[in-house]
């Protein structure tokens, strides 16, 4: 109930924000290679790897974002993504951001962004083998809330309505990961940067 709850306020603030705010995009991003900073006391189970002890990890996914703009630095993001875990089994994680652009130089961009994060995957407790390493709540649908998540992007300029994005993520509980996807612009203002591409 409580992930539900985070999903329901998170998509009526984003709403809300982009009907109040002029400044907003839509992204998508395909996820893939990540490193698992934990135990991995499951590895040797894993249907999906890089390595045998389980710290280079695969799990191919999609990774939605919608962003909307307070001031021209600063913004809220949700994100949705999608994957196939190390279980070949069905994950998601639900992420809400307050995000701060640090620089931004002619095509050029880096934001970073935190805040919560969902994730919940179908249980891995009917495999033979399987150790309860007391990160997920048990139930069907394993879950874990991280209050404190991160997110840092670049940006490339391709177009007014465009951009190319490459993102080191929170790919689960004690794991980074990487997404590149393509970001598009619903209204987008110029800074009236002197190097910066016109948004006219």
């Given at each position: 109930?409580?992930?539900?709850k985070?999903?329901?306020?998170?998509l009526?603030?984003c709403?809300?924000?982009n009907?109040c705010?002029s400044?907003?995009?839509?992204?998508?991003?395909?996820?893939?290679?990540?490193?698992?900073?934990?135990?991995?006391?499951?590895?040797?189970?894993y249907?999906?790897?890089?390595?045998?002890?389980?710290?280079?990890?695969?799990?191919?996914?999609?990774?939605?974002?919608?962003?909307?703009?307070?001031t021209?630095?600063?913004?809220l993001?949700f994100?949705?993504?999608?994957?196939i875990?190390?279980?070949?089994k069905?994950?998601f994680s639900?992420q809400i951001?307050?995000?701060?652009?640090i620089?931004?130089i002619?095509k050029?961009?880096l934001?970073?962004?935190f805040?919560?994060?969902a994730?919940?995957?179908?249980?891995w407790?009917?495999?033979?083998?399987?150790?309860?390493e007391?990160i997920?709540k048990?139930?069907?649908?394993?879950?874990?809330?991280?209050?404190l998540?991160?997110?840092l992007?670049?940006?490339y300029?391709?177009?007014?309505k465009?951009?190319i994005?490459?993102?080191?993520t929170?790919?689960?509980?004690e794991a980074?990961g990487?997404?590149?996807g393509?970001k598009?612009?619903?209204?987008r203002k110029?800074?009236?940067c002197?190097?910066c591409?016109?948004f006219?």
């Open positions: 109930m409580k992930i539900s985070i999903i329901l306020i998170s009526i603030l709403v809300y924000s009907i705010l400044q907003s995009n839509l992204s998508v991003a395909v996820t893939g290679l990540g490193f698992d900073f934990g135990d991995c006391e499951n590895a040797a189970i249907k999906i790897k890089a390595n045998d002890n389980g710290k280079t990890i695969l799990q191919p996914g999609l990774r939605f974002g919608g962003e909307v703009y307070a021209p630095s600063t913004s993001k994100a949705q993504t999608c994957k875990d190390c279980m070949k069905m994950a639900s951001m307050l995000r701060f652009r620089f931004k002619y050029h961009s934001s970073f962004g805040g919560p994060t994730f919940y995957r179908q249980t407790e009917g495999f033979d083998g399987y150790i309860d007391g997920y048990s139930g069907n649908f394993q879950n874990k809330v991280c209050w998540s991160a997110e992007e670049y940006n300029y391709i177009s007014k465009n951009d994005s490459f993102a080191i929170h790919l689960d509980p980074m990487f997404a590149i393509i598009h612009w619903i209204t110029s800074n009236k002197g190097t591409p016109s006219k």
